[in-house]
């Protein structure tokens, strides 16, 4: 088996098939989502305030500022999602980075929100952006894991 990573494992290989194609159209989907998100949020940060709910107060062009860098933060894992896709088990650390913002951005928001410095309204982008992922990068990774853990099939070698 070859051990150079842009060179996909042969079909004898166990690995091979441990990974279901629904992890990819699920990073596909996620990366999709990212970019497109990301973009509004870049190029309409009024916009998408104003969907929210959300006064950009007397700071108007610090907090669009800020606004737009989640945007490209949210951009950029698009980005990694799509390379993500084309073999979820071998870029399963994208998927753990993916999972981990997924997990405390949702934290950090409860926690701004309950001290008054984000609006509760925001809380909705948690749902699409962050919520929906859990489970399906969750299981991403516990196939990955489990599918790192099996040899080699014999003669694969």
């Not at 088990?89 to 409860?110: D, N, S």
């Not at 926690?111 to 948690?126: C, F, K, Q």
Request: charged share 15%; aromatic share 10%; glycine share 12%.
């Amino acid at each position: 088996m070859s051990t150079d990573p842009h060179v996909p494992a042969r079909s004898g290989d166990r690995r091979a098939a441990a990974c279901p194609r629904w992890m990819s159209v699920v990073l596909v989907i996620a990366g999709v989502y990212n970019l497109l998100w990301g973009a509004v949020v870049i190029l309409a940060p009024e916009r998408t305030f104003g969907l929210l709910g959300v006064d950009a107060g007397d700071e108007a062009g610090i907090t669009l500022a800020i606004w737009q860098c989640v945007g490209m933060i949210v951009g950029v894992y698009g980005v990694g999602y799509l390379a993500a896709a084309r073999d979820p088990a071998r870029h399963w650390p994208i998927v753990l980075v993916g999972l981990l913002g997924k997990i405390l951005g949702p934290i950090g928001f409860i926690d701004a929100a309950m001290n008054g410095v984000l609006p509760w309204s925001m809380g909705w982008t948690i749902l699409t952006n962050d919520l929906a992922w859990w489970i399906p990068f969750f299981l991403m990774l516990r196939l990955a894991w489990r599918s790192h853990r099996l040899p080699p099939a014999e003669g694969s070698a």
